[in-house]
């Protein structure tokens, strides 16, 4: 098994919203991701947990705020969001955070932003 | 700096055969991976493969890697309607916890 779950599928949320996203998996993975990924580009890397722990955050808006609960859990909590911000949201999971561990990726999160 | 080049469009008949090409600039010891996108879908990995390996063969999939010219290239046998998609070639530093670096993606289109 190598899914990684993605809840909602749809979001739709005001400029003062808060809402949160939700990534699961089960294939004891202890590094987990967040991408962003606009209309015809490529991913961009957000934030990298590792053993729960933060590891890279690549200059990501305070607005955007990620959280490790346990090692099968990972979200990302938003408030004051852009029209801008409007993406489809990735979230993956690897063995570890290491090149040669595979990372699987969920079906994603399209998120507009009004 | 780590740069993944590829050419944005392919269109190709069902039955023929699809290569798509991707290139790289980073000469360091490297993981290198195709990832597929449906429209609307996460990315499904298809194949990866070291830098230190020459060809690596999946069924219908075979990644050649030419390490002189930092190009590596997706051989799609019998090209079926179901593999139109948008196809990312990534590359990972074997070292450390590096991120992914994706190409711009090439979307290949198939005519029946």
């Known amino acids: 098994d190598t899914e990684v779950t993605q809840t909602p599928k749809h979001l739709v949320m005001g400029m003062t919203n808060k809402k949160s996203l939700k990534c699961e998996q089960h294939?004891?993975?202890?590094?987990m991701y967040w991408y962003k990924q606009k209309a015809k580009k490529p991913p961009e890397l957000m934030f990298v947990y590792s053993y729960e722990k933060l590891s890279i955050n690549e200059s990501v808006p305070s607005r955007f705020s990620p959280e490790c609960p346990n090692s099968s859990l990972l979200n990302l909590h938003l408030h004051a969001l852009q029209p801008e911000d409007s993406a489809l949201y990735l979230c993956?999971?690897?063995?570890?955070?290491?090149?040669?561990?595979?990372?699987?990726f969920g079906a994603g999160t399209r998120l507009s932003v009004l | 700096g780590e740069d993944v080049e590829q050419s944005l469009f392919l269109s190709v008949r069902e039955g023929d055969s699809s290569v798509i090409n991707c290139t790289y600039t980073d000469s360091s010891s490297t993981y290198l991976y195709w990832y597929k996108q449906e429209p609307g879908a996460g990315l499904q990995l298809l194949t990866y493969i070291f830098s230190n390996m020459d060809m690596k063969q999946d069924q219908r999939l075979t990644v050649l890697l030419n390490k002189k010219d930092k190009h590596l290239s997706l051989r799609i046998a019998d090209t079926q309607t179901g593999d139109s998609a948008i196809y990312f070639c990534a590359e990972r530093l074997n070292s450390g916890n590096t991120p992914l670096v994706f190409g711009k993606g090439t979307r290949l289109s198939v005519i029946a």
């Open positions: 294939m004891g993975h202890r590094a």
């Open positions: 993956a999971s690897s063995q570890a955070a290491v090149a040669k561990n595979i990372q699987y």
